[in-house]
């Protein structure tokens, strides 16, 4: 039997009727599986808007090179608000205009999370950038701040602008919190929202790259991670906070590369060995200093990608979505992940 048929869920999962969201309700608040994209209509930019699109002076209306696939210019030509952040990750490429999206978006609802996360996500890697003086810390605590992945986002903000005690301050948060949320389930929640809004056929193609943006979009820098923790090696406590840091992402987590990395957090910090098999001389990506965690994350994308190629055509029935998405909340990726291979390989026995 399937570890997902097995596994115990925290809680019992909606079932996908339960989780279904009309259209009409899906351009203004999205519910599924207990979580929440609250509203962008109502937004403080709300006065600048007509029928919660962008105004025509907005730069959304043209097609731009990062737009390649059918969701992507159905969004950029839709000139949807809820659409912006999405925007701002595809276009990620050219940090002019993922600038100009995540600047929108932020006007357009200043206290979503996902918008923050990003705007936050930004900064990590561009302190210099104007979007840095916006208050994303105050805004991501007001909302989401007893999570511990936004504590850890915001330590390492921190980190990056050279406030080393700052940092500090908010990884202890987070070695003593809960991870409540994981960013990649909110971005599958979003993403889906969006596919249902511009009646993007969902086959396995379109799932694998709903799948790729949460991916991509929801992983916490480890390497900036794990510098912050090597750069203040000389403190037997900050080590041990490093360490939980480690055991709780490994525990709570319902993604499989948190897993790995925490796991592997909690063995570096643990043994004393603060460089050997750090992040922070990786120039390659986020598992890539570590072979066994690398191989195991990338062995399962690899799987992924190659299901979605093979069934590229098929199609993937609401209540088959909604269950994987049920699956994911209550079991984690890799149950959920169990379960997609096997709809796709025999949906007639789901």
Not at 173 to 186: C, H, I, P, S, V
Not at 269 to 282: I, K, T, V
């Amino acid at each position: 039997m399937a570890r997902w048929q097995n596994a115990q869920p925290e809680k019992a999962p909606p079932s996908p009727s339960q989780l279904a969201v009309s259209l009409p309700q899906m351009a203004h608040n999205t519910e599924l599986a207990g979580y929440s994209l609250t509203s962008l209509a109502s937004g403080p930019a709300s006065d600048l808007l007509t029928d919660g699109h962008l105004s025509s002076t907005d730069i959304v209306g043209t097609v731009p090179a990062w737009a390649t696939t059918p969701w992507q210019k159905a969004m950029v030509q839709g000139q949807r608000n809820e659409d912006l952040v999405l925007m701002a990750i595809a276009s990620h490429a050219d940090l002019d205009l993922k600038e100009r999206y995540l600047l929108d978006a932020y006007a357009f609802n200043a206290d979503e999370v996902l918008v923050n996360y990003h705007v936050l996500s930004h900064c990590v890697h561009n302190p210099a950038s104007s979007l840095c003086g916006l208050p994303i810390v105050d805004s991501l605590i007001r909302n989401d701040g007893d999570n511990m992945a936004t504590l850890l986002n915001i330590a390492l903000y921190y980190a990056r602008l050279g406030d080393n005690p700052s940092a500090l301050n908010y990884l202890n948060r987070a070695a003593q919190g809960e991870l409540k949320e994981d960013y990649l389930y909110r971005h599958l929640v979003a993403v889906d929202a969006s596919f249902r809004y511009h009646n993007i056929e969902r086959n396995a193609q379109s799932l694998g790259e709903s799948l790729r943006v949460a991916v991509n979009s929801s992983v916490t820098d480890y390497r900036q991670l794990s510098a912050l923790c090597q750069i203040n090696s000389g403190s037997t406590a900050v080590l041990g906070v490093c360490h939980q840091v480690g055991l709780r992402l490994q525990a709570q987590s319902k993604t499989l590369l948190d897993q790995l990395v925490g796991a592997s957090l909690g063995r570096q910090f643990a043994a004393g060995d603060h460089g050997a098999r750090g992040f922070a001389g990786s120039t390659t990506g986020a598992v890539a200093d570590w072979p066994a965690d690398a191989e195991a994350s990338q062995f399962a994308w690899e799987g992924n990608e190659a299901l979605f190629a093979r069934h590229a055509e098929k199609p993937v029935s609401d209540d088959a979505w909604y269950s994987y998405l049920a699956v994911y909340r209550g079991q984690g990726e890799l149950s959920a992940n169990e379960y997609l291979y096997g709809y796709l390989q025999d949906p007639v026995s789901f």
